[in-house]
């Protein structure tokens, strides 16, 4: 049985820093991609991080760009993301996802695995910053 479960959430000041970790279980870690979304209150899910565990290409959205890094410990079967530089907009719930089924950014040109695509999910940790 797959899972995924996140850790590291909690709330922060403006500037602070925060490490979020996502375990995986059941299914072989080392394929295909890994990605961190996150969903405000009454927003739309948007893509954070991602990536491509074959070659360890990352992918990030332009909001995180510089301050947010993706990082993966194969031995551990975990994901990370290093949050630097928090800011209030960044305050959402972060979900980690895995098993991408979507088009390649790298094949077609697209900026970040779509959502859509990713079949497991975590149940999602709280990221709280305040100003």
């Known amino acids: 049985q797959v899972r995924l479960v996140e850790s590291g959430g909690g709330s922060v000041q403006a500037g602070g820093s925060l490490r979020l970790s996502c375990a995986a279980s059941?299914?072989?870690?080392?394929?295909?991609?890994m990605a961190w979304f996150r969903q405000a209150p009454g927003k739309e899910r948007e893509e954070v991080a991602a990536?491509?565990?074959?070659?360890?290409?990352?992918y990030y959205a332009d909001s995180v760009k510089g301050r947010f890094t993706i990082s993966q410990d194969n031995a551990k079967n975990t994901v990370y993301l290093q949050m630097n530089m928090l800011k209030p907009e960044d305050t959402a719930m972060y979900y980690c996802?895995?098993?991408?089924?979507?088009?390649?950014?790298?094949?077609?040109?697209?900026?970040?695995?779509?959502?859509?695509?990713?079949?497991?999910w975590g149940q999602g940790t709280q990221v709280t910053v305040s100003s």
């Open positions: 996802a895995a098993d991408y089924s979507g088009p390649l950014p790298q094949m077609t040109g697209i900026s970040f695995p779509r959502g859509a695509d990713f079949t497991y």
């Open positions: 059941g299914f072989a870690f080392d394929f295909n991609f």
């Open positions: 990536i491509y565990h074959i070659r360890g290409t990352r």
